[in-house]
Each structure stands twice: as structure tokens, then as C-alpha cells.
């Protein structure tokens, strides 16, 4: 495991703590389209998806009014809901000794306008070498995220690790041989984590430090 490079980290749900406000805008953007209401759980289930095809998923709608839904959800989240979105607890300072010694990426389902938000809001975007969006690749759990970020650093899969919170994740970096860990405070369960065989799922954030010093 010293071949350990470079780090990808998901967003929502990994470092950010922001389900919450995902669901209930998903809720108002359904409310708006005159779509039924979908429960909680079930938009938890899409969130790290891209946008277009986590909603065709949960509405079961087509591309049209999948687009609908989207305008009225983009809206309510920047607008509207006034939800605030906070890292979780000791993630920056988790970046920043993680940063001193490994490059660090993210792969998110964020659109790149809304990275950017959350990154000038947490204040941490100098912490990150690259970012991928879901304006710049095809949506989870497709590994083209990570075979762009891939490409981008000149490194192979075993160079590097993806830390996420869903299934999606799990996948993406499963499907290209990528080392795999998954954290259990997000969106999905430790037992959907499971499935795709991560080398740790963690319960608190403080605990990459000390896998990466112990060469995972």
C-alpha cells in the first residue's frame, strides 16, 4: 500500500453534512413539478448520483420532466431552502494533514457551480489538486469520474483511494481495481457499503490519518 498518492474524496455525505437539506429540497422541487412526494429514504438512496439521472430514478419520469424537476430543485436549493450545509466535524482539519502528504481530489454528482459554492463556503478549495463534477463526466457509478482524474495525474488505479459515502463510490472505484473506503455517516448503510468489499469503513473522519500512517 506505499504506492498511495493521491486521495478522492466524494462530497455530499462524506465531507459535507448535507442530506438533509438534499431531501427536503427533493421533496420541494416534487411538490412544485406536481410529482408525488418521495419519502426520505428513497432520496437518499439516489444522492451521489448526478443530477438528471438520480431524478429520472426516483420520479421515474422521463428526460423532459426530469428537467423540470431540476430547474425547480436548483432553484429551491440556492434560493429558498436556507438549510445551511456544514462540513462535518474535523473534516478540514482531516484535509489539511492528509494534504501534507498526498495530493487530494474530488469526484462528486455536484454540478460545478454548486463545488464551488460549497468550496468558497467551507473554505478549503486550496486543499484540492482536481475536481471532477457532473458537468465533466458521466454520472455515478460510472468510473469515468475517476479514469478522468486518472488521466488528469498520470497515475493508475492502485496510486490511488476512494473515500465516499454511497454505494455509488464503492462501485465506481471497485469496477477499476481503485482501493475503496467507505464512511458509515452519510447517505447509505454499512451493509450497501459492504457489497463492494471497501478496506475500512470508518465512523469518524479523524481515523484516515492514522489508516494512511499505518499504510492502510
Known sequence: MRQIS????DWDGTL?????KIITCMQAAAIA?????PKAEDV?????????PAIKMLFEVDSKTAEIVRAHYKQIFVTEDQTPC????????VLECLSATYTLGIATGKARRGLKRALNQSQCEH???ASITADDAESKPSSDM???????WQIKPENAVMIGDTKYDM???????MHRIGVSFGAHSRSQLLDHNPLHIIDDLTRLPEIFDANI
Open 6 to 9: 493521491h486521495i478522492i474524496f
Open 16 to 20: 459535507m453534512d448535507s442530506a438533509e
Open 33 to 37: 413539478s406536481k410529482l408525488p412526494i
Open 44 to 52: 437518499k438512496s439516489i444522492i451521489g448520483i448526478s443530477l438528471i
Open 86 to 93: 456544514f462540513m462535518f466535524p474535523d473534516a478540514k482539519e
Open 127 to 129: 486543499l484540492f489538486n
Open 146 to 152: 475517476l479514469v478522468k482524474l486518472l488521466a488528469h
Open 171 to 177: 462501485q465506481m472505484a471497485e469496477n477499476i481495481g
